[in-house]
Protein backbone atom coordinates (compact mmCIF):
# COMPACT_ATOMS: atom_id res chain seq x y z
CA UNK A 1 0.00 0.00 0.00
CA UNK A 2 1.06 3.72 -0.65
CA UNK A 3 -0.44 6.76 0.22
CA UNK A 4 0.47 10.12 -1.87
CA UNK A 5 -0.42 13.50 -0.84
CA UNK A 6 -0.34 16.19 -3.32
CA UNK A 7 0.57 20.14 -2.35
CA UNK A 8 1.92 22.90 -4.17
CA UNK A 9 -0.83 23.90 -6.69
CA UNK A 10 -1.95 27.34 -7.10
CA UNK A 11 -2.85 30.05 -9.43
CA UNK A 12 -0.29 31.65 -11.70
CA UNK A 13 0.13 33.75 -14.81
CA UNK A 14 1.08 32.07 -18.27
CA UNK A 15 4.86 31.65 -18.49
CA UNK A 16 5.40 31.39 -14.47
CA UNK A 17 6.46 27.82 -12.57
CA UNK A 18 5.14 25.69 -9.67
CA UNK A 19 6.73 22.90 -8.14
CA UNK A 20 4.17 20.53 -7.33
CA UNK A 21 5.29 18.06 -4.31
CA UNK A 22 3.68 14.47 -3.79
CA UNK A 23 4.38 13.10 -0.36
CA UNK A 24 4.61 8.96 -0.19
CA UNK A 25 4.15 6.81 2.46
CA UNK A 26 4.13 2.74 2.85
CA UNK A 27 6.57 0.50 2.66
CA UNK A 28 8.95 -0.07 -0.37
CA UNK A 29 8.95 2.93 -2.25
CA UNK A 30 11.72 1.91 -4.65
CA UNK A 31 9.47 -0.72 -6.10
CA UNK A 32 7.21 2.06 -7.38
CA UNK A 33 7.08 3.58 -10.37
CA UNK A 34 5.75 7.47 -9.54
CA UNK A 35 3.80 9.32 -11.90
CA UNK A 36 1.93 12.36 -12.18
CA UNK A 37 -1.27 12.69 -14.68
CA UNK A 38 -3.55 15.71 -15.20
CA UNK A 39 -7.30 16.50 -15.51
CA UNK A 40 -8.78 19.46 -17.32
CA UNK A 41 -12.58 20.02 -16.92
CA UNK A 42 -14.39 18.32 -19.17
CA UNK A 43 -11.47 15.91 -20.55
CA UNK A 44 -9.82 12.63 -19.55
CA UNK A 45 -6.90 12.11 -16.92
CA UNK A 46 -4.19 12.11 -19.35
CA UNK A 47 -0.89 11.15 -18.31
CA UNK A 48 2.18 14.17 -17.64
CA UNK A 49 5.64 12.43 -16.36
CA UNK A 50 6.64 9.36 -14.54
CA UNK A 51 9.85 8.06 -13.19
CA UNK A 52 10.98 4.89 -11.30
CA UNK A 53 11.54 5.00 -7.73
CA UNK A 54 14.61 3.62 -7.92
CA UNK A 55 15.88 6.72 -10.43
CA UNK A 56 16.70 6.14 -14.08
CA UNK A 57 14.90 7.09 -17.36
CA UNK A 58 12.04 9.65 -16.97
CA UNK A 59 9.13 9.97 -19.15
CA UNK A 60 7.19 12.65 -20.61
CA UNK A 61 4.03 13.90 -22.22
CA UNK A 62 4.77 15.74 -25.88
CA UNK A 63 2.95 18.61 -24.40
CA UNK A 64 4.64 19.07 -20.99
CA UNK A 65 8.72 18.03 -22.30
CA UNK A 66 11.35 20.95 -21.78
CA UNK A 67 9.09 22.81 -19.42
CA UNK A 68 8.50 19.88 -16.32
CA UNK A 69 10.61 17.94 -14.62
CA UNK A 70 9.65 14.86 -12.48
CA UNK A 71 11.97 14.44 -9.37
CA UNK A 72 12.63 12.18 -6.42
CA UNK A 73 13.96 12.69 -2.92
CA UNK A 74 14.45 9.65 -1.33
CA UNK A 75 15.51 11.02 1.76
CA UNK A 76 12.04 13.09 2.19
CA UNK A 77 10.05 10.36 0.08
CA UNK A 78 8.45 13.23 -2.22
CA UNK A 79 8.39 13.05 -5.72
CA UNK A 80 8.39 16.57 -7.56
CA UNK A 81 7.15 17.86 -10.62
CA UNK A 82 8.67 21.01 -11.69
CA UNK A 83 6.45 23.21 -14.24
CA UNK A 84 8.09 26.30 -15.93
CA UNK A 85 6.81 28.41 -18.95
CA UNK A 86 3.15 27.58 -18.37
CA UNK A 87 0.62 27.83 -20.11
CA UNK A 88 -3.30 28.56 -19.84
CA UNK A 89 -3.84 24.64 -21.21
CA UNK A 90 -2.10 23.31 -18.49
CA UNK A 91 -4.88 24.45 -16.47
CA UNK A 92 -6.02 21.04 -14.64
CA UNK A 93 -6.27 19.15 -11.33
CA UNK A 94 -2.65 16.97 -11.24
CA UNK A 95 -2.92 13.82 -9.52
CA UNK A 96 0.19 12.23 -8.57
CA UNK A 97 -0.01 8.60 -9.23
CA UNK A 98 2.42 5.03 -8.44
CA UNK A 99 2.13 1.46 -9.70
CA UNK A 100 4.61 -1.58 -9.30
CA UNK A 101 7.88 -0.52 -10.89
CA UNK A 102 7.92 -3.15 -14.53
CA UNK A 103 4.36 -3.95 -14.38
CA UNK A 104 1.78 -2.04 -17.02
CA UNK A 105 2.35 0.88 -18.88
CA UNK A 106 4.13 3.88 -18.01
CA UNK A 107 2.04 6.28 -19.58
CA UNK A 108 -1.65 4.62 -18.62
CA UNK A 109 -3.69 5.90 -15.83
CA UNK A 110 -5.48 2.20 -15.94
CA UNK A 111 -1.82 0.73 -14.32
CA UNK A 112 -2.05 2.94 -11.26
CA UNK A 113 -3.99 1.37 -8.20
CA UNK A 114 -2.44 4.79 -6.03
CA UNK A 115 -3.75 8.08 -6.31
CA UNK A 116 -3.85 11.14 -4.29
CA UNK A 117 -6.01 13.31 -3.88
CA UNK A 118 -5.23 15.81 -6.69
CA UNK A 119 -4.01 19.04 -6.65
CA UNK A 120 -5.66 22.21 -8.50
CA UNK A 121 -3.07 23.99 -10.89
CA UNK A 122 -4.78 27.42 -12.52
CA UNK A 123 -2.94 29.34 -15.61
CA UNK A 124 -4.17 32.68 -16.31
CA UNK A 125 -3.18 34.27 -19.80
Known amino acids: QVQLVESGGGLVQAGGSLRLSCAAS????????MAWFRQAPGKERAFVAAIPWRGGFTYYADSVKGRFTISTDNAKNTVYLQMINLKPEDTAVYYC??????????????????WGQGTQVTISS
Open 26 to 33: GRTLSSYT
Open 97 to 114: AAKTYGIGAIRDRTDYPY
